[in-house]
Nanobody, 115 residues
């Protein structure tokens, strides 16, 4: 079973930056796409960004121009660079491949944007 381990979250003030990492237990090079999601308590997990095997990228509108998704297949690691963070970015961030592996969700990493 593939495992995803997210890291890099923390507490930052508005306008701050964080870089999230997602280490996968299997090769990423053949995976169609890799995703970052976020979830606020009481809400569903939502897609933040997606990067396909050929480098096509999608962002949800609220993060365009502020977040950058990229992957290092040699390290089997997915990244999310987040700049100009806003309080509404506060959430637990998860990664998964697309199509999702429903039994492989990790613990996520908490991002809190607050003074």
């Amino acid at each position: 079973q593939v495992q995803f381990v997210e890291s890099g979250g923390g507490l930052v003030p508005p306008g701050g930056s964080l870089k999230l990492s997602c280490k996968t237990s299997s090769s990423m090079s053949s995976v169609y796409a890799m995703d970052w999601y976020r979830q606020v308590p009481g809400n569903e997990r939502v897609l933040v960004a997606r990067i396909t095997k050929v480098g096509k990228i999608h962002y949800t509108d609220s993060v365009k121009g502020r977040f950058t998704i990229f992957r290092d297949n040699a390290k089997n690691t997915l990244y999310l660079e987040m700049n100009d963070l806003k309080p509404e970015d506060t959430a637990v961030y998860y990664c998964n491949q697309f199509p999702n592996l429903p039994d492989s969700w990790g613990q996520g990493t908490q991002v809190t944007v607050s003074w």
